[in-house]
């Protein structure tokens, strides 16, 4: 079956850094979602993505976060000057179509991201 | 969309049919509701959707009743590697929102 990979699986950084989080959605998939989830805590939305630009964002995306799909398989998702509390385990998610009937979400096992 | 509550967690046992309820007073027309499955460490897992009445599946069934302001989620003779987090979500039939996950129903499968 196929899947969706993150990499890497668990990254640490320095506060103040910026990191980039990788992810390879399902092939045939056209919408794309970044989620957290802090330890402990509910998964959360942050982003979706569809025919290359962004379709929906909470209010957690704010300025430090970027997405993009560089090419035609890659989905990345990039936190500016980092700070402790986006610690998090962070999940892409891909979908065949969008979120209406019929089209599960497809999650990746995450990354998870210390800040130090 | 309308808002869901279930319990914080639940015991079972081995080989025990386990029945998680939901409610989502506040369901409109178009909404579906869809349940995962949440493993420590993992990404959540679709399990199950429906619409109303009763849908099956390999892993499990989904009681709809005809008013749609709640759902159960039946697992039957659930082993130990069935204790995750299970969320019940409401979506609308149409468009692109985005799934919004609560805190979900804890279960825990004891031998």
């Known amino acids: 079956e196929p899947e969706v990979t993150q990499t890497p699986s668990h990254q640490v950084t320095q506060m103040g850094q910026e990191v980039i989080l990788r992810c390879v959605p399902i092939?045939?998939?056209?919408?794309f979602y970044w989620y957290r989830q802090i330890l402990g805590q509910k998964v959360e939305f942050l982003v979706s993505?569809?025919?290359?630009?962004?379709?929906?964002k909470s209010e957690i995306f704010d300025d430090q976060f970027s997405v993009e799909r560089p090419d035609g398989s890659n989905f990345t998702l990039k936190i500016r000057s980092t700070k402790l509390e986006d610690s998090a385990m962070y999940f892409c998610?891909?979908?065949?179509?969008?979120?209406?009937?019929?089209?599960?979400?497809?999650f990746g096992n995450g990354t998870r991201l210390t800040v130090t | 969309l309308a808002k869901t509550t279930q319990p914080i967690s639940m015991d079972s046992y081995e080989g025990q049919e386990v029945n998680i309820t939901c409610s989502h007073n506040?369901?409109?027309?178009?909404?579906?509701i869809t349940w995962y499955q949440q493993f420590p460490s993992q990404g959540p897992r679709f399990i199950i959707q429906?619409?109303?009445t009763k849908v099956t599946n390999e892993v499990a069934s989904l009681f709809i009743p005809a008013d749609r302001k709640s759902s159960t989620l039946s697992l039957p003779r659930v082993s130990l590697s069935d204790t995750a987090v299970y969320y019940c979500?409401?979506?609308?039939?149409?468009?692109?929102?985005?799934?919004?996950f609560g805190s979900g129903t804890r279960l825990q499968v004891q031998p």
């Open positions: 998610a891909s979908s065949e179509v969008g979120t209406g009937a019929g089209s599960p979400l497809h």
């Open positions: 092939s045939n998939h056209l919408y």
């Open positions: 993505f569809y025919n290359n630009e962004i379709s929906e």
């Open positions: 506040n369901i409109a027309t178009n909404d579906y």
């Open positions: 429906g619409y109303k």
């Open positions: 979500l409401v979506k609308r039939g149409q468009g692109r929102r985005a799934l919004t």
